[in-house]
């Protein structure tokens, strides 16, 4: 019982700091250009806290389901989005995975400058027992270049290229010995290729620091794009490459059931933060990024969007992230059963 409570406060304190975070975005954005903010809420359904700022009226609310959010401001009217230029717009729609990004960053410099985590450059420090690469011809030393044409920069590439393969195909394995490139075919047992590396033997400085961290947010928005290619070049459907709130549920839990729980948790929210933010990028009309690309065909095509197309475009946007939001959960549970993946 207490690791399914530890779980499920995971998740929601998960969901409250990157969702939060987001808000928060949007919500210095309208603050900065003088907008008037009706309500900043985290969650959806009944308001759990609620405070009512006497000085501004706006609604601060915390509620049940923290699976989004929001930040109400006026469309018409003074002091509303109608009367931004477009170079506002742009900077208040993109406030939000900025904040996301800006989140993650300092969750990585932080673990960085303080020597938790050591970037691991992926050279080969030894095998695992029965290792289908030493037999292959992998030798200590070898620095890894790529995987099935999927370029290897560190560790955590390779475990993704692992995990999303076929059990028991073969890898090529793109290599670097003596300044020569090699290429081995390298027949998994399984997902495993039986190899290890060594940990980076100095903690980094601060300028180190700085530049690890601005690597792992690249490594992180560059997923939403990478993940599906590697799924399709696999033969696997791209879509099982997005989690769910069940996925994202199962993840927090096992973070806070870790031996490491808060660095675990902190991983967790600096990956998930840069998640939210490449995935509200998107040019989905309800999403930020769909609202980045109608302000600026409003500009070059100097008209405002019809009401009905408004009405048109978020009925087509909500059908499609609801479909989303079925598939990714069918796969989140097919997955924590161990049974295959419905799409």
């Known amino acids: 019982m207490a690791v399914i409570l530890g779980g499920i406060a995971a ?28 309500h900043f809420s985290i969650g959806f359904g009944r308001p759990l806290l609620k405070y009512t700022s006497p000085r501004s009226g706006t609604l601060y609310a915390l509620r049940m389901l923290p699976l989004g959010g929001a930040v109400a401001i006026p469309a018409t009217g003074q002091k509303s989005l109608a009367t931004l230029t477009t170079p506002q717009k742009v900077f208040f729609y993109a406030a939000g995975p900025l904040a996301n990004v800006i989140l993650g960053f300092t969750i990585f410099a932080a673990l960085h400058s303080a020597d938790i985590i050591r970037p691991t450059p992926p050279i080969v420090a030894g095998f695992a027992a029965n290792s289908p690469a030493q037999r292959a011809g992998v030798a200590i030393g070898d620095r890894l270049l790529a995987v099935d044409g999927f370029k290897i920069s560190s560790w955590m590439d390779l475990m993704l290229v692992t995990a999303l393969a076929p059990p028991d195909s073969t890898a090529d394995l793109e ?16 997902r495993f290729l039986g190899i290890t590396g060594a940990m980076q033997p100095q903690a980094s400085t601060l300028s180190q620091s700085f530049w690890l961290a601005v690597n792992d947010i690249h490594t992180n928005l560059s997923q939403i794009v990478t993940v ?24 927090a839990g096992q973070a806070a059931a870790s031996s490491h729980p808060l660095l675990d ?5 600096a990956a998930f933060s840069c998640g939210i933010a490449a995935a509200n990028l998107l040019p989905i009309p309800i999403m930020d990024g769909g609202r980045i690309v109608q302000a600026l065909l409003e500009r070059t095509f100097r008209a405002r969007t019809s009401e009905r197309i408004e009405k048109a475009l978020a009925y087509t946007s909500i059908a499609i992230l609801l479909t989303l939001l079925v598939i990714t959960t069918s796969n989140d549970i097919a997955r924590a059963l161990h049974r295959p993946e419905f799409f």
Do not use: C, D, K
């Open 175 to 190: 290599i670097e010995r003596q300044g020569a490139r090699h290429v081995m075919p390298v027949l998994r047992n399984g």
């Open 265 to 269: 948790l902190a991983l967790l929210i």
């Open 228 to 251: 599906p290619r590697m799924l399709i070049y696999y033969g696997r459907s791209p879509v099982s490459a997005f989690s769910g709130p069940v996925g994202v549920a199962n993840a």
């Open 11 to 38: 998740f929601f304190a998960l969901m409250a700091v990157v969702v939060g975070v987001h808000e928060g975005g949007h919500f210095l954005a309208g603050r900065l250009f003088g907008m008037t903010i009706h």
